[in-house]
């Protein structure tokens, strides 16, 4: 078997394309064009990509981005007074501060201090105790992105068996919540868990965002799973690659999404959605 791609860039012009005809629905009802602040703290090159794509992706579908760029060595407390002045401001709907922030800056500290209702990451603890109560406001752009690739290729979700590996806070974790929200039967494997290979061997459907390129193995996969890789990693050669071995996973899998062109644009076309989303809840 070889399996078929799932086409995340497809499927991000899909949501693009519903988020601006959204926004031009709002402005023709009079409303303002919803607008988001993005801030990038250093010259991190992978950061500074992952920015100007979700600046470029505004652009795309007519929402205003507000570009904020501070100096590595700026203080968490001056920071943290601009999100409270960007949280003040009646004009910006988003905001989104990009991480990782350098060592000296408390990153949780600076994502709780954004308003929730304008957290258009869906990290702030408010949101995700509402998605884990099965009452999402602003989603998780990654774990949501996820789950409309998954509805993309028809996945029932119910009586299914998903299998995460990874328990980060931004996307292992909130990944389980959209998985049992949507009726599936989630496992999440992490550092302590005694058998990756086996739970794996189990999944139906198997999310892996672990960041160690080549870490799943194709001969651990069930043959016919839905397999998505949401690492991305950087090899010494330039390649971008996923957590899975993608040369062996394609040969058991049914779907699997590429590296690059798979999650990644997706996590941006939700970005834009929450922004919109965000809008109607500041109106
Ligand atoms: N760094 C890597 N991915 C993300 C993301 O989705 N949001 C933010 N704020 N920072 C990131």
Redesign the pocket.
Known sequence: MSAQLIDGKAVAQQVLQRVADGVAARCASGARAPCLATVLVGADP??EV?VRNKRRACQQVGIQSLPLHFDSDVSEADLLAEVDRLNADAGVDGI?????LPAHINSIAV?ERIVAHKDV?G?HPYNLGRLAQRLPVLR???PWGVIELLRSVGEPFKQRTAVVVGASN?VGRPMMLELMLAGATATCCHRFTADVPGEVARADILVVAVGKPGMVKGAWIKPGATVIDIGINRLDDGRLVGDCDFETARERAAWITPVPGGVGPM?VAM?MQNTLQAAGLND
Request: charged share 5%; proline share 12%.
């Open positions: 992978a950061s992952y989104l501060v990009q991480l990782p994502t990451d990290f998780p752009c990654t931004h996590t970005l």
